[in-house]
């Protein structure tokens, strides 16, 4: 009983840090601020997303993980984290050309 409490509480922390992290790198990148650290750090957030989601079904549903299940659930929190990092980037870019735009129109 205590040790799945803990365990809960550890999943809800990395639960919190990585979607902090995540936020953190997708505003970078929303910003135009196109950083190869922030496209990975993106990746890894959300690969650790996708670990704590492992976890909290582990929690929840009281089937332990195996180790190729947490690794899949990983590899999709990191595809998916990619796949947001390129779609951030799209509309920083497109943030970054109005922007200059309008300071072409004010000079």
């Given at each position: 009983m205590i040790t799945t409490t803990?365990?809960?509480v550890g999943i809800l922390?990395?639960?919190l840090f990585a979607a902090a992290y995540a936020e953190s790198n997708a505003r970078t990148l929303r910003r135009g601020s196109a950083r190869f650290a922030a496209t990975v750090g993106l990746a890894i957030s959300?690969?650790?997303l996708g670990i704590a989601a492992a976890g909290a079904?582990?929690?929840l549903f009281g089937r332990e993980l195996t180790l190729p299940?947490?690794?899949?659930c990983a590899a999709g929190g990191v595809a998916a984290g990619l796949a947001l990092a390129v779609g951030c980037r799209r509309v920083g870019k497109?943030?970054?050309y109005l922007r200059v735009q309008l300071l072409r129109e004010r000079a």
């Amino acid at each position: 009983m205590i040790t799945t409490t803990a365990t809960a509480v550890g999943i809800l922390l990395l639960l919190l840090f990585a979607a902090a992290y995540a936020e953190s790198n997708a505003r970078t990148l929303r910003r135009g601020s196109a950083r190869f650290a922030a496209t990975v750090g993106l990746a890894i957030s959300t690969g650790l997303l996708g670990i704590a989601a492992a976890g909290a079904a582990w929690v929840l549903f009281g089937r332990e993980l195996t180790l190729p299940g947490v690794i899949v659930c990983a590899a999709g929190g990191v595809a998916a984290g990619l796949a947001l990092a390129v779609g951030c980037r799209r509309v920083g870019k497109r943030y970054r050309y109005l922007r200059v735009q309008l300071l072409r129109e004010r000079a």
